[in-house]
Nanobody
């Protein structure tokens, strides 16, 4: 049974930082490409960042230079370090991993950027 469990969300002031974690189980984590997505009410889920099994990264233009995705294969965990947060980063953040048809998704963690 595959599980992805996100944590680390919360309320932060503009300009602040948060680090999200996604712990995976039920998969051979080291061979999976992993991703972070986010969603706000009334909008489609959008890509934030991805990291391949080999460590190559990709970012949405809106977060380049501010967010960093990384992984620790020994801990079966992918991280999203978010710096210089803006109110428009407010969303539920989800991690995902590919499967034969579609993706596995976590339950999400809420990030709210507000003064």
């Amino acid at each position: 049974q595959v599980q992805l469990v996100e944590s680390g969300g919360g309320l932060v002031q503009p300009g602040g930082s948060l680090r999200l974690s996604c712990a995976a189980s039920g998969i051979i984590f080291s061979i999976y490409n992993m991703g972070w997505y986010r969603q706000t009410p009334g909008k489609q889920r959008e890509l934030v960042a991805t990291i391949t099994s080999g460590g190559m990264t990709n970012y949405a233009d809106s977060v380049k230079g501010r967010f960093t995705i990384s992984r620790d294969n020994a801990k079966n965990t992918v991280y999203l370090q978010m710096n210089s947060l803006k109110p428009e980063d407010t969303a539920i953040y989800y991690c995902n991993a590919p499967k034969a048809r579609g993706y596995y998704w976590g339950q999400g963690t809420q990030v709210t950027v507000s003064s």
